[in-house]
């Protein structure tokens, strides 16, 4: 009875797990299939072709979009995981500092409020700034500016549970032997938070690159988003050409993590290498 029960729960769970799966990627699945569909109709197949990847080689509009999402991805990635990093670093390692209650409160904020709350604060002080000092023009720097402030978050969030889980003995003799706090800090600490950083870039990577309601709010003439392309373009009906630049992303992101995951998982083997070796020789 109780083989039974316990064969009966392993494989319901497997069932919703694998159902699971189906409901999350059957759709990308079925954008991938779709984009090599000889039809401009979205949903009906009649046959296989390219020639929706050879259009999309010569759509200036979708590929400007696409390039500057890529670029705004990129240094927003970047900018969050320092800022992050700083922002986690002071919440964990400084338990009492003056304004800590408002600092972790305003650091958290963007991840509970509303884009458009956040995109319509940011336009309304960013218009205000421009008033006076003339700049910034909205465009690539704005929305840089609006995904940095979300991403920031995130990544704080990321490294901050890394941060939590360090033992800090290890910190604590390596300044006994003589390093400097700064020193402790890239030599110890940095190296023992990679894997979150860098599963902080690939997070707000992501969420940089599929922005629609900060980017919407934020961006300017000759500064249109992939995106907002493609939103604008839904509302007359999608060209099958966008299914095949939502291909190219996926293939991008997927190799992204692909090769991420190696390297984190071979810098994980190598950590535990040394420690094993350490603990051998001690």
Request: glycine fraction near 8%.
């Amino acid at each position: 009875m109780l083989r039974t029960s316990a064969a009966f729960n392993r494989g319901f769970g497997r069932g919703w797990l694998i159902a699971g799966f189906v409901f999350l990627y059957l759709p990308i699945l079925a954008l991938i299939v779709f984009s090599f569909n000889d039809s401009t109709v979205a949903n009906l197949w009649r046959g296989f072709t390219l020639k929706w990847y050879v259009q999309l080689a010569h759509d200036q509009e979708l590929l400007n979009g696409l390039w500057l999402s890529l670029q705004i991805a990129f240094f927003t990635a970047c900018g969050s995981v320092v800022l992050g990093t700083f922002a986690a670093f002071s919440l964990v390692k400084y338990r009492r500092f003056f304004g800590r209650t408002a600092f972790s409160g305003m650091v958290n904020a963007p991840l509970v409020m509303p884009e458009v709350v956040v995109g319509l604060s940011l336009l309304l002080m960013l218009v205000s700034v421009q008033r006076v000092l003339g700049f910034p023009e909205r465009g690539m720097f704005t929305i840089w500016l609006g995904h940095l402030l979300l991403g920031m978050a995130y990544a704080t969030v990321v490294v901050q549970a890394r941060l939590r889980d360090l033992n800090p003995q290890l910190e604590e003799a390596a300044m006994d032997l003589g390093a400097q706090p700064h020193q402790v800090f890239f030599l110890v600490t940095l190296p023992m938070i990679a894997q979150s950083l860098m599963s902080a870039w690939l997070l707000t990577f992501t969420l940089s690159l599929d922005d629609v309601v900060l980017s919407a709010f934020l961006s300017g003439p000759g500064s249109t988003t992939m995106p907002l392309v493609i939103f604008s373009r839904a509302r007359l009906g999608l060209n099958p050409s966008v299914n095949a630049v939502a291909t190219l992303i996926v293939v991008i992101v997927a190799l992204g993590v692909v090769a991420a995951s190696y390297f984190i998982a071979r810098a994980e083997r190598r950590r535990q290498q040394e420690l094993a070796a350490a603990q051998h020789a001690s």
